[in-house]
């Protein structure tokens, strides 16, 4: 899966960058910057593993940056209709939250890091990241389903199919095609249109 990395340089600074050497070939680190950037140090950025790197200079002004990173993400989403990137914000700026909430709660895996350090490898955030999301994701599919007073069965069994398909290729259409099977096409049909907008 390709991770982009949207780094808001003037926020983070070089050491924000500090394990970039560890990045792989599905990496692409975009850093955003101004002329008021504080000095970028060659030797961290230069050596970022085997990860694309490309420098965005954006004018000065407030929020700047800000803005451009935001109007990027909205660009890494509408060129990825399939959600099969990953996009971080590397900012200490709680601002990009509600933007990352807002392309999140339209299927776009996205988030905010401080630093790139202290994130584990790929393969234990994969790990780590995925156990943690689908216990998340379970909990919210039997909230949302105990809301709409189906009964327990139902919720269990709906929270299961969903947790053994997501991240699945197509995952959404073997998800609609298992509790249609399970429910039939009226009662799965009512209890997919429940579920669909959390998946």
């Not at 961290?44 to 002004?61: C, D, L, M, Y």
């Not at 039939?184 to 907008?197: E, F, S, W």
Request: net charge positive; glycine share 8%.
């Amino acid at each position: 899966m390709n991770r982009y990395l949207l780094v808001d340089f003037e926020n983070v600074g070089s050491d924000g960058l500090e394990g970039c050497d560890k990045l792989t070939r599905e990496d692409h680190i975009i850093l955003f910057y101004t002329s008021n950037t504080k000095k970028i140090e060659i030797d961290i950025v230069a050596n970022h593993g085997k990860a694309s790197f490309e420098w965005q200079e954006v004018p000065t002004g407030k929020q700047s940056a800000d803005m451009h990173i935001g109007s990027y993400l909205g660009f890494l989403a509408g060129s990825n209709p399939d959600n099969e990137s990953e996009v971080i914000i590397l900012s200490k700026d709680t601002d990009f939250d509600k933007l990352i909430s807002y392309w999140k709660a339209r299927g776009v895996k996205a988030s905010r890091i401080q630093k790139l350090k202290n994130e584990p490898t790929r393969t234990q955030a994969a790990s780590a990241k995925g156990s943690n999301e689908k216990a998340a994701l379970n909990n919210e599919i039997m909230q949302v389903l105990s809301k709409a007073n189906f009964n327990a069965d139902v919720v269990g069994c709906v929270a299961s199919i969903v947790s053994k398909n997501i991240g699945a290729k197509n995952h959404k259409q073997q998800i609609y095609r298992a509790i249609i099977s399970k429910f039939g096409q009226k009662q799965g049909l009512k209890i997919y249109n429940h579920v669909k907008k959390h998946i």
